[in-house]
């Protein structure tokens, strides 16, 4: 396969030049190391279906491809300019950008048992992680290897630029690396070429990185212009011949994503490229793939309009020799169906702001003072879990809540277990997602039942704020680097958020709300609200408000909340399954009074679960229990 890949990169227009100048100094040293390296690496490049089974091809194929359309990109007179250093720059970096998708059967061991990044991914996918772990326990070794097959996939699709880097530096970065010139190695510049297709084409700005006049012997390197084409050039091998569709049919993929990749290269028919124009040909066989197809596309114009903007500041000597033409944009007006539908771009739109207005509004999600509820849940839950893991660590822990209401602001504020950046973008920013119930808690061995959830909840808050602020510090999980602390601005549902500077040395959240004008909130009422909505939570709240402090102290659990010698047993439910870990009596009260709502007015109902009442007149009909007698 070697010596296949040599002879086919030998006929493209970029090694043709290299060798042209070459002939004229009689020297051959950079395509002759050149040789050595696309043979050392095609090899491996046949590996990376090993671990990426459903991906497009990203063999030596695919490399030399890259060479092929880096030559047709390239306007001729550029590639008469370009010196044997950039030229070589530029076929190294075709074989190179993707090495990082190899790895061997121990790597992979490695990784998937040892490696923090892989951990992470594994978290970030729950149901998958519920999944692995459910077929281990079932030892279903069959379905947990086709999960773990899976995360690796994604693994190296993630970090295969990095790793590329990191290959290129083991590999070639000794002083006898052939990636040299004259004894003079520069490998580094590949390294910088290579790294920029996994970035987006603002970063190319960075001239101190990608350099636009670097000197290598005597010799000047556009580090930022070979970047450009090595991205232009890998992001256009489009055509059948990387998706072949006997290959489609031995691999038949199961991922949709792959199915999507294989299915929108297989819809193309034809592929016309020049140093002018970029012309594409399809006809799909589903809307899906058409659309796959023509969101690709958007993103080839993105990329092509973005490299010529940036081309378009060179000056002087770089702008008559690092030339890129392409002017025309890339159209959509080819691609076609094969008459069995019709393509439309039909689907539901939300506009985000009334949907917010729908669920926060009074009308759906109820009284706003709920909003309160959301807020002591999270601390409670946030307390709860740092007593836990301080218990287990053997380390005292005095559990602390407070509530403020002056000047127009609500302040929340615990010392629980804390947010830093990574919890908060990742669990606080995901609407419906909580921390608390993720398999990344789990994993820690603390052991709480949770009863808050970030997401609707928290966004519940402008119900009644027109704003509020975020101040976190987490518990370090490692002493010896702690995270640093939050401080968000949230101005509204619709904005980015505004993150400011923090010096917060405090474990724990702070959440302060800036109240609306018909806030329900006051002085006198504070107290009242709070017992009502945390009856037997095991925690008192400090209360402050701009008349006077006190502490709520709530009820402990099984404590009669009213007088109850008016009130008959109406009936009484009782749970004894061990298994699932459910013992104890609900018992259920009802008013002599035949006047009194049972569930929702009456004084003497309260469901709580988890310390915090169960609003029933929300739940219940408010005449389910109105007969009952004496």
């Given at each position: 396969m070697s010596?296949?890949?040599?002879?086919?990169?030998?006929?493209?227009?970029?090694?043709?030049?290299?060798?042209?100048?070459?002939?004229?100094?009689?020297?051959?040293?950079?395509?002759?190391?050149?040789?050595?390296?696309?043979?050392?690496?095609?090899?491996?490049?046949?590996?990376?279906?090993?671990?990426?089974?459903?991906?497009?091809?990203?063999?030596?194929?695919?490399?030399v491809k890259v060479v092929e359309l880096m030559g047709k990109i390239i306007p001729s007179n550029t590639l008469k300019y370009l010196n044997i250093i950039e030229l070589s720059i530029l076929i190294y970096s075709a074989y190179l950008h993707d090495i990082g998708m190899t790895a061997s059967r121990e790597e992979r061991e490695e990784?998937?048992?040892?490696?923090?990044?892989?951990?992470?991914?594994?978290?970030?996918?729950?149901?998958?992680?519920?999944?692995?772990?459910?077929?281990?326990?079932?030892?279903?070794?069959?379905?947990?290897?086709?999960?773990?097959?899976?995360?690796?996939?994604?693994?190296?699709r993630r970090k295969h630029v990095e790793r590329s880097n990191?290959?290129?530096?083991?590999?070639?970065?000794?002083?006898?690396?052939?990636?040299?010139?004259?004894?003079?190695?520069?490998?580094?510049?590949?390294?910088?070429?290579?790294?920029?297709?996994?970035?987006?084409?603002?970063?190319?700005?960075?001239?101190?990185?990608?350099?636009?006049?670097?000197?290598?012997?005597?010799?000047r390197i556009n580090v930022q212009y070979l970047s450009i084409i090595l991205r232009l050039a890998d992001i256009l091998d489009l055509d059948p011949e990387r998706t072949p569709r006997c290959l489609l049919d031995f691999i038949n993929p199961k991922d949709e994503i792959s199915i999507k990749e294989w299915k929108k290269h297989l819809s193309i028919i034809g592929c016309e490229i020049s140093p002018q124009e970029i012309n594409i040909e399809a006809e799909c066989e589903h809307p899906i793939y058409e659309r796959a197809l023509r969101e690709f596309i958007d993103e080839i114009e993105t990329e092509r309009k973005e490299s010529v903007l940036l081309t378009s500041r060179y000056k002087d000597d770089l702008a008559e020799k690092y030339r890129l033409d392409l002017l025309k944009p890339v159209t959509k007006e080819n691609i076609r169906s094969n008459e069995e539908y019709i393509y439309s771009d039909f689907h539901f739109k939300l506009d985000f702001h009334r949907v917010i207005d729908l669920l926060m509004g009074e009308r759906l999600y109820g009284d706003p003072t709920l909003t309160l509820r959301e807020l002591l849940q999270n601390s409670v839950d946030a307390v709860r879990y740092r007593e836990a893991m301080e218990k287990n660590e053997g380390n005292p822990y005095v559990p602390f809540i407070k509530v403020t209401l002056k000047d127009e602001e609500l302040i929340i504020e615990d010392n629980g277990i804390g947010m830093d950046e990574y919890i908060?973008?990742?669990?606080?920013?995901?609407?419906?997602?909580?921390?608390?119930?993720?398999?990344?808690?789990?994993?820690?061995?603390?052991?709480?039942?949770?009863?808050?959830?970030?997401?609707?909840?928290?966004?519940?808050?402008?119900?009644?704020?027109?704003?509020?602020?975020?101040?976190?510090?987490?518990?370090?999980?490692?002493?010896?680097?702690?995270?640093?602390?939050?401080?968000?601005?949230?101005p509204t549902a619709y904005d980015y958020f505004v993150r400011r500077p923090s010096s917060r040395v405090e474990i724990g959240t702070k959440i302060t709300l800036s109240l609306k004008s018909n806030h329900p909130f006051s002085s006198i009422s504070l107290v009242e609200k709070i017992s009502e909505i945390a009856p037997f939570i095991e925690y008192p709240i400090v209360i402050e408000?701009?008349?006077?402090?006190?502490?709520?102290?709530?009820?402990?659990?099984?404590?009669?909340?009213?007088?109850?010698?008016?009130?008959?047993?109406?009936?009484?439910?009782?749970?004894?399954?061990?298994?699932?870990?459910?013992?104890?009596?609900?018992?259920?009260?009802?008013?002599?009074?035949?006047?009194?709502?049972?569930?929702?007015?009456?004084?003497?109902?309260?469901?709580?679960?988890?310390?915090?009442?169960?609003?029933?007149?929300?739940?219940?009909?408010?005449?389910?229990?109105?007969?009952?007698?004496?």
């Open positions: 010596e296949d890949a040599i002879l086919r990169l030998k006929q493209t227009a970029l090694f043709e030049k290299l060798l042209e100048k070459e002939n004229s100094s009689g020297e051959h040293e950079v395509s002759e190391n050149i040789i050595l390296v696309v043979r050392e690496i095609a090899p491996l490049l046949e590996r990376i279906p090993e671990n990426m089974p459903e991906f497009t091809l990203h063999n030596a194929n695919h490399s990784i998937i048992k040892n490696d923090p990044e892989f951990s992470k991914l594994l978290i970030s996918y729950e149901e998958l992680s519920l999944k692995l772990d459910e077929a281990k326990q079932n030892e279903d070794h069959r379905l947990a290897t086709f999960i773990e097959d899976k995360l690796f996939t994604e693994f190296l990191k290959f290129i530096e083991v590999k070639y970065g000794s002083e006898r690396t052939p990636i040299s010139w004259k004894g003079i190695p520069y490998y580094k510049l590949v390294q910088s070429v290579c790294d920029s297709h996994g970035l987006p084409v603002r970063d190319l700005y960075d001239t101190k990185r990608w350099r636009r006049n670097f000197l290598l012997g005597s010799k908060f973008e990742n669990y606080f920013l995901q609407i419906g997602k909580s921390y608390y119930n993720s398999s990344e808690c789990r994993s820690r061995g603390i052991e709480i039942d949770p009863v808050s959830e970030f997401g609707i909840g928290i966004l519940s808050i402008f119900m009644v704020a027109s704003n509020f602020r975020v101040e976190s510090r987490r518990k370090p999980i490692d002493p010896l680097h702690p995270s640093e602390p939050i401080n968000v601005e949230i408000t701009s008349e006077k402090t006190e502490t709520y102290k709530p009820y402990l659990p099984g404590e009669k909340i009213h007088d109850v010698k008016d009130t008959k047993e109406y009936f009484e439910i009782v749970f004894n399954d061990k298994i699932k870990g459910i013992e104890g009596k609900l018992r259920i009260f009802g008013s002599i009074d035949n006047s009194n709502t049972i569930f929702g007015k009456s004084e003497y109902s309260v469901f709580a679960q988890n310390g915090f009442s169960i609003p029933c007149d929300k739940l219940l009909p408010e005449n389910l229990f109105y007969n009952i007698q004496a």
